[in-house]
């Protein structure tokens, strides 16, 4: 295994590095809609010392990736896996493009093929689990891309603006991923 | 302003746990793997010594003292001569009521309900969670209340479903136990039929 493994097409999974990077997430912070669509919790604005520190705190159990261009090598995104469990083989992702200007335009389904690449193949995962709110239609359909399928909804479980919405669940198999990869891997070359 | 006692039961009170006492008896439960499972949610289920109960639950007191993000009760029977319930505090603990992972913003959390021996359950778990139940949505003002029961604790999906509760999410083999993978179930009940649930039961 070596580093070509986290590379893709037009991007490459790079460590979190909280020195480096924590400023950039800071920044995208800023745009609203991103925690927005991203997390439940009200959004906001941490320093970068603040989310250096977290992320410091919980890397043992959290692993962490920068989305990075192949291009200019310019930080676009995040990418991790979290809660493990190790007996069942399941974790849960979370991925997140914070240029905005690059929503929609396949970064995230690239950067999704390439952890659970990393989950299926290296850390011998069963199943790779993630949730997503149901106003996030863009993200729902980039995962289904990857082989997620929705299993279930806790119906109104957030409410944003006097509104409730579903929480939706979507999971991957092992084998399920596999097809969507080497289709997806078909229509690269 | 109608004060309705929140703590107590026909048969049941929720107390503090009482690390000290209670530890030891919490930790005989572990051997069940399920228990043990819900209490050291991601680590691989396996009994647990009374010490590392003891820290555990240590460590969700601090949480809930600090950050209000779970609320941890004992549940103990009331003693027969119940004069003013003084002496019940003293009384067996028969099992553990959580509520955990709330998300004060969106009026949701989790419901966790333990308790340590199959005839204590048959006798007492509808009554323990109907205390969970309305401590969740008269006291926290929930909105949703979520439980989480792996698919082959059949006893435990029998409860949350005959107490109103859908289900809403299945995780497919998400869980292993016993030789194999099983789904994981989530299950949900909202308020308004909680409400719904109440006013049938007066109406009856």
């Known amino acids: 295994m070596n580093a070509s493994a986290f590379t893709g097409k037009r991007i490459r999974l790079a460590v979190f590095d909280p020195e480096r990077d924590s400023e950039k997430m800071a920044r995208w912070n800023q745009n609203s809609q991103y925690q927005q669509l991203l997390d439940s919790g009200p959004s906001n604005l941490f320093t970068p010392a603040q989310i250096k520190e977290w992320i410091e705190k919980h890397y043992d159990e959290i692993y962490n990736f920068s989305i990075r261009l192949l291009d200019d090598d310019r930080m676009v995104g995040i990418v991790d896996l979290s809660g493990f469990d190790w007996t069942a083989g399941n974790a849960w992702v979370g991925i997140g493009i914070g240029e905005p200007d690059l929503w929609g335009k396949g970064y995230g389904t690239e950067a999704m093929h390439l952890i659970l690449r990393f989950a299926f193949e290296e850390l011998n995962l069963k199943r790779v689990s993630l949730t997503v709110f149901e106003y996030n239609e863009r993200a729902y359909q980039s995962y289904k891309k990857t082989g997620f399928r929705e299993e279930g909804r806790l119906r109104q479980w957030l409410q944003r603006g006097g509104e409730r919405y579903d929480l939706i669940f979507m999971g991957v198999l092992r084998d399920e991923w596999e097809e969507c990869y080497r289709r997806y891997l078909m229509e690269q070359t | ?204």
Do not use: C
Request: aromatic share 12%.
């Open chain 2, 1 to 204: 302003m109608k004060f309705n006692p929140l703590f107590e039961s026909q048969h049941l009170r929720l107390t503090p746990i009482d690390l000290d006492k209670d530890s030891q008896m919490i930790a005989s439960w572990t051997y069940e793997l399920d228990t043990a499972a819900r209490l050291r949610e991601e680590q691989p289920a396996r009994p647990m010594a009374v010490f590392e109960v003891k820290k555990l639950y240590e460590r969700w007191q601090k949480e809930s003292d600090e950050n209000r993000g779970q609320y941890l009760f004992a549940i103990r029977k009331r003693g027969s001569e119940d004069g003013n319930g003084s002496g019940d505090a003293e009384s067996e603990i028969i099992g553990v009521l959580r509520v955990k992972d709330i998300e004060w913003v969106h009026g949701a959390a989790y419901i966790d309900l333990i308790i340590g021996n199959e005839h204590d359950w048959q006798e007492f778990a509808r009554e323990a969670l109907e205390l969970g139940l309305r401590f969740a949505f008269d006291e926290m003002n929930l909105f949703r209340v979520t439980a989480v029961i792996a698919e082959h604790n059949q006893t435990m999906s029998r409860l949350f479903e005959q107490a109103n509760f859908t289900l809403e999410v299945r995780q497919r083999q998400a869980v292993y136990w016993n030789k194999r993978a099983w789904d994981k179930l989530y299950f949900g009940l909202l308020r308004p039929e909680w409400k719904m649930r109440q006013m049938a039961e007066v109406n009856a």
